[in-house]
């Protein structure tokens, strides 16, 4: 079933400002609370939910603006390996919108019957994903190449294996629950307020040792560098993901991606356009009037191409699969060669008598001409 778009659930334009989406989710997200008696609906809670969850995160709503849902499966070769709706806890969105607390009507907990705040502090969450800018010189672009990169990312810790300390045992603050509750009565009823156990920090297990190596987080940031291969026709704009060498995740998850994304320095003569390849070629006069043969670049070496008598500023040759491989697949584009006659501003005083030999020439039978006659 194909998924709604994110910005249509919440009901924003794609141009939409954090603080837009923000108050969108926030008017929705009371609107559909399952314990909403009048519009409460659960799967549509999820849902926006989930949309804010991509949105509100600048590295994923540009991922989404790019690839769409496709960025949130594992068969994308450009997503978030890994993601799931229900990694999402909504209790902690909600906290963070709501400010404190997940307040709900007569206890709302978790979908589908399970205990959210239990289950979602100890899931396993991927570790974050890295962006990085890497700048390619032209003909690496082109015909690919291998590149060293380094960015400081998570590791799991050495000393105390990512557990974060020594001894667990269950938070005697929460009761192992990872939540705080509180009640408040109203006219309206019973308001159930959640709050993450700032002692175990919703994990429901405390140590009695943290471990000084990562100070109790479980990762500790090391510079890394990693080898990254280059595919051949890489673009300004385009991003390639190398899946799972990212930080490490949380409670074992999965490590983060690390999303690379290119810029390309011009060429001082080739001009590209996808995968065409655009080469203005100069002549002079003669060799545009008489014709000849002249040597030109390609991406692949020279070629000798034949230029024909009259040849004017402007006219074009198309080099059939002499432009860019498509990246990752089969085929290349073209190869334009587009002539420039060349005007010379200095003569010397024969070639000034040979030209004025030429403009002695009668061409007024030249379609041309009478074309422009008509409007005079």
Same mark, same amino acid.
């Given at each position: ?74 068969? $994308?070769?450009? %997503?978030? #390996? &890994? @993601? +799931? ?5 909504? /209790? ?8 404190? $607390?997940?307040? %709900?009507? #007569? &206890? @709302? +907990? ?5 205990? /959210? ?260």
């Amino acid at each position: 079933m194909n998924k709604k778009d994110y910005y249509e659930v919440l009901g924003v334009s794609k141009t939409a400002t954090d603080e837009e989406i923000k108050r969108a989710f926030r008017k929705l997200a009371k609107q559909y609370h399952p314990d909403n008696k009048q519009t409460g609906d659960e799967a549509k809670f999820k849902e926006v939910g989930e949309a804010y969850a991509i949105l509100s995160d600048p590295q994923k709503r540009r991922q989404y603006d790019q690839f769409g849902h496709q960025a949130f499966t594992n068969n $994308g070769n450009a %997503g978030y #390996s &890994g @993601f +799931s709706a229900d990694d999402i806890d909504l /209790g902690d969105i909600f906290s963070e919108i709501f400010g404190g $607390g997940f307040s %709900g009507f #007569s &206890g @709302f +907990s978790s979908f589908g019957g399970r205990s /959210g705040a239990r289950t979602n502090s100890k899931r396993p969450r991927k570790g974050a994903d890295s962006l990085v800018s890497v700048t390619l010189d032209f003909e690496e672009a082109i015909n690919g190449c291998k590149k060293t990169i380094s960015l400081d990312l998570n590791e799991k810790c050495g000393s105390c294996h990512g557990a974060g300390g020594f001894n667990e045992k269950t938070c005697p603050t929460c009761g192992g629950s990872g939540r705080i509750i509180s009640e408040q009565r109203s006219l309206f009823g019973v308001f159930q307020t959640q709050t993450t156990c700032s002692e175990c920090d919703g994990t429901g297990r405390v140590f009695k040792t943290v471990c000084s190596e990562c100070n109790g987080t479980g990762n500790v940031r090391k510079r890394k560098e990693i080898e990254v291969t280059i595919p051949e026709g890489v673009d300004t704009g385009y991003q390639l993901r190398i899946s799972g060498k990212g930080s490490a995740g949380i409670n074992g998850g999965a490590n983060g991606d690390i999303y690379i994304e290119f810029k390309v320095r011009p060429h001082p003569l080739f001009l590209r356009e996808d995968e065409d390849i655009y080469l203005t070629v100069p002549l002079t006069i003669t060799e545009a009037v008489l014709g000849c043969k002249k040597e030109i670049p390609t991406l692949t070496g020279n070629v000798i191409l034949e230029v024909k008598p009259g040849t004017a500023s402007g006219d074009k040759v198309k080099l059939k699969g002499k432009g860019v491989k498509k990246v990752n697949a089969f085929g290349k584009g073209n190869m334009y060669v587009v002539y420039k006659v060349v005007v010379p501003t200095k003569l010397s005083m024969a070639q000034k008598r040979l030209f004025k030999e030429l403009a002695d020439t009668n061409l007024d039978d030249a379609l041309e001409f009478k074309e422009f006659r008509k409007y005079l």
